[in-house]
């Protein structure tokens, strides 16, 4: 049978209210790529999960979908979320397709272009935020307690469940755990959905367990500090988050699978950003982070990855945010539209 998207898939192994009245965008099955030249730097099987392929170029659908397909069931007729940007686009997407209205909060000037689009093309309501993220999130999380409004953040159960579908898509497709699974984190909903996901299918499957590895930029790295951050800042402003809703989930997965949680620096980010794309994969800065994360451990001879069967998640696409590539190059240069200007200049 043809694709059918996430609750179709996996919906009896998510759990979800009985009123769920399943809306899909086709959202999920997204492709577990090879990397065998960086990987073979490494001296690993190296795979990214490119999640930047979901319907709105994020793995908030996922999530979405689920969180939604409630909220239409039980009778909402409003959603609303907080978001550095890609919850806001898928959100915005979700509802329209349900004819859900939508409200989006986001931080005033620190969203990227594609997210901001999206979330305006699928005719969401954006409200800017003169504050962060998290000051945000605080307003939707008092707005929901108030009134009938649904949230549709991470906090949201549904969201969760969602999102362990990457783990069930991965270990079908590997026919089993990988013996690491390297993320970025912002709010911490999705690496508690992955170890969710696959402690599950490692109870129904004897699928195995993966270790571990979350990211989080350095000027945004509450989990690693211990405390939160009140003023979170990194060019990569999916994750530009201070206080994760779901820290303590995040700091357990890395425990409990062996794992860890550390952070890398803009530049890291950044210069692995292009190291993916040199391989043919374009990522959003955020979402370099799991991999710039495996490349700096590794240099710093703190993780062995020879051998070992790795799964870099990246989380949305390079479309999402075309300005951070854009301005660090020169516009490219302009000939003539002769034959004899383009011979000269490449033959
Ligand atoms: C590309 O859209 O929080 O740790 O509001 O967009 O589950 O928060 C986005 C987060 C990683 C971090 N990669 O995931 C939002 C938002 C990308 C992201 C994350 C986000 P979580």
Redesign the pocket.
Known sequence: MTYQGVLHRYGHLLDLPAHTRPVSLLEGDTPLIPMPRLGAELGCELYVKF?GLNPTG???DRGMTAAISEALGRGAQTVI????????A?AAAYAARSGLRAIVLIPEGKVAMG?LAGAVAYGAEVIQVQGS?DDALSLVVEITQKTPIALV??INPYRIEG?KSAAFEICDSLGGAPDWLC???????????YWAGFKQYHLINKTGLPQILGVQAEGAAPLVLGHPVEKPETV?T??R?GR?A?GEQ?LEAAQESNGMIIAVSDEEILSTQRLLASEGVWV?P??A?GMAGLMARTAAGEFDPRGKRIVVVC??HGL?DPAIVTESFQSPQIIPATYEALSSLVA
Do not use: D, M, Y
């Not at 907080?82 to 919850?87: K, L, M, P, R, Y």
């Open positions: 999640e994020s793995f908030k979320c907080a978001s550095t940007g890609n919850t806001a898928s997210k993220f953040n991470s999102q993320l970025p984190v912002g709010n911490a909903g999705n690496i508690t959905s990569a999916a994750i988050i994760p779901r995040a959003e955020a979402s982070a989380t949305g999402k």
